[in-house]
């Protein structure tokens, strides 16, 4: 059974850091790509940030290039979110899917259940 399961949630002041984790069991790890996406209250899920495991390449939404990383442990099958000089636009569930690529919602095919971020002024 596909399993994607997101970590490290919690509520921090404006200008903190965060890392979330998503853990991947029951499929290939390496053969798709794992996006992270976030919903804030009343608004669409929107990408965040996706990293091609295959070759490692990642890819940003602007909102949060400069303050994002994500990385990948291919040998623990788990991909991490670094959040840096979080803002309080950043509150949001955050979710973490394994699909085709990208920033956009239809491109993935499994998804987790998303761990909350607050980020207080």
């Known amino acids: 059974e596909v399993q994607l399961v997101e970590s490290g949630g919690g509520l921090v002041q404006a200008g903190g850091s965060l890392r979330l984790s998503c853990a991947a069991s029951?499929?290939?790890?390496?053969?798709?790509?794992i996006g992270w996406f976030r919903q804030g209250p009343g608004k669409e899920r929107v990408g965040v940030s996706c990293?091609?495991?295959?070759?490692?390449?990642?890819y940003y939404a602007d909102s949060v290039k400069g303050r994002f990383t994500i990385s990948s442990d291919n040998a623990k099958n788990t991909v991490y979110l670094q959040m840096n000089s979080l803002k309080p636009e950043d509150t949001a569930v955050y979710y973490c899917?394994?699909?085709?690529?990208?920033?956009?919602?239809?491109?993935?095919?499994?998804w987790g259940q998303g761990t909350q971020v607050t980020v207080s002024s």
């Open positions: 899917a394994a699909g085709g690529g990208g920033l956009t919602p239809p491109e993935y095919d499994y």
């Open positions: 029951g499929f290939t790890f390496d053969d798709y790509a």
């Open positions: 990293i091609i495991n295959s070759d490692g390449s990642t």
